[in-house]
C-alpha cells in the first residue's frame, strides 16, 4: 500500500513511522526544509518507550515526484492546510483515501449538519477551497489522541496516547473505515472504527478549545488553568456554550465540564499544543479550535460571550506576537 505524510511533524512523524515499520506500506512523505533533509538522511524516526524506531522513507519537497497515492495522511497545522490543498492534487487518484490528522474542526464538518447550511466555514476554508481540492467523498474523518513533539527536526518524542478514531464523515461505518482501523491496528494504534465521528471531533474540541488558547495566553500548564478558580469557572462557562452549540448540530455531550476536567486533570502539568507552538515562534492553530465555534454558534442562533472573549484575548496575543494574521482593513 502507498501512503504519503503530508506534514511530518509530531503527529505526521508518530503515523509514519509506525507505518512504516510495521510492514505492508510504502511510505512517502512531503516535507520541507530541515525537516526534509532529516528525512533524506536518517529516514523516519520515533523514540517511544526509551527506543529509537527508525524507518525508510522517501521524503520530497514535491507531491509531484511521489505519484499517486493509496493513503495520503494530512498532518500539517491548520493555518497550513489552504497550502496543502493547493499542491496535494498530485498525490489523489480516485481512489485515494485522504486521512486528515489534524487538530480541531476540519473543513468538511458542516456536510454532515443541515443546521449549518451549504456554506463553507469561512474561519476554516474561506472560499471553500480546501473542499474543492479534497474530495468529501475521499475523505476518512480522524480523532487522534496521542501526546508527541519534535524534539529535532524528522525526530518525534512519543509520550502517551496512541489512540485513533476513524470514521465516515457522514456517518456510519463502512468496510473502508475498518479496513484502515485494522492497518492501523497492525502498526500499534489504538484505532477504532466510530459511526459518528462527528460527535467524536466535538467532544475532544470541547475540551481543546478552552485549554490550548488560555495556556497560550498564559504559559500557564493544564493543570495551573485548573487549579486557579477563576480560570476554571472561565472555562465551564465555555464548555457549556460549546455543549449547548453541539446539541443544536447532532454533537450532544453527555458529560459536564467538570467531568472533563477530571479527565484533564489525569494529564498532569501537561504543555498543550498551542503553547507549544507560541514558545517555538510558530503561527497558532486558533481558527479550527475557537473562530470556528463561533462561527458555528452564530449560524444556529447561540450567544457566547465566554467563547467571544476567550477568542478575542487569543486572537490579540497571538496578532501580538507575529503568530496569527493581522485584522483585514475594514
Not at 71 to 82: D, E
Request: hydrophobic share 50%; with cysteine; net charge neutral.
Amino acid at each position: 500500500m502507498k501512503v504519503c505524510i503530508y506534514g511530518v511533524g509530531a503527529i505526521g512523524g508518530f503515523i509514519g513511522a509506525r507505518l512504516a515499520a510495521a510492514g505492508g506500506c510504502r511510505v512517502s512523505a512531503v516535507a520541507r526544509g530541515d525537516t526534509l533533509a532529516a528525512l533524506q538522511q536518517h529516514g523516519l524516526r520515533l523514540r517511544q518507550g526509551g527506543a529509537l524506531l527508525t524507518a525508510p522513507v522517501q521524503a520530497s519537497d514535491e507531491p509531484a515526484t511521489l505519484g499517486v497515492q493509496d493513503l495520503v495522511v494530512i498532518a500539517v497545522k491548520g493555518p497550513a492546510l489552504g497550502a496543502v490543498a493547493a499542491r496535494i492534487a498530485p498525490l489523489i487518484g480516485p481512489q485515494t483515501l485522504l486521512l486528515p490528522a489534524m487538530n480541531g474542526v476540519p473543513w468538511w464538518f458542516a456536510a454532515g449538519a443541515p443546521a449549518l447550511g451549504t456554506a463553507p466555514l469561512a474561519s476554516i476554508d474561506p472560499g471553500g477551497h480546501i473542499a474543492a481540492a479534497l474530495p468529501l467523498a475521499q475523505v476518512i474523518g480522524c480523532v487522534v489522541h496521542a501526546s508527541t513533539f519534535t524534539s529535532a527536526p524528522g525526530l518525534v518524542e512519543h509520550k502517551m496516547g496512541q489512540g485513533l478514531i476513524l470514521g465516515e464523515p457522514l456517518g456510519g461505518v463502512s468496510d473502508r473505515v475498518q479496513a484502515l482501523a485494522g492497518l492501523l491496528q497492525q502498526a500499534g494504534f489504538d484505532a477504532t472504527a466510530s459511526a459518528d465521528v462527528r460527535r467524536d471531533i466535538w467532544y475532544k474540541l470541547w475540551g481543546n478549545m478552552t485549554m490550548n488558547p488560555l495556556t497560550a495566553i498564559t504559559g500557564a500548564t493544564v493543570d495551573k488553568v485548573l487549579d486557579d478558580p477563576l480560570t476554571r469557572a472561565f472555562v465551564s462557562r465555555a464548555m457549556a456554550e460549546a455543549a449547548t452549540v453541539g446539541a443544536m448540530i447532532g454533537c450532544a455531550i453527555d458529560q459536564t465540564p467538570e467531568d472533563r476536567h477530571q479527565v484533564t486533570r489525569k494529564l498532569g502539568a501537561f504543555k498543550t499544543s498551542m503553547l507549544q507552538d507560541v514558545e517555538a515562534g510558530r503561527p497558532i492553530e486558533l481558527d479550527a479550535l475557537v473562530t470556528v465555534v463561533q462561527e458555528i454558534a452564530q449560524r444556529v442562533g447561540v450567544t457566547t460571550p465566554n467563547i467571544d472573549a476567550l477568542l478575542g484575548l487569543a486572537r490579540l496575543h497571538g496578532r501580538m506576537r507575529g503568530l496569527y494574521p493581522e485584522a483585514a482593513p475594514a
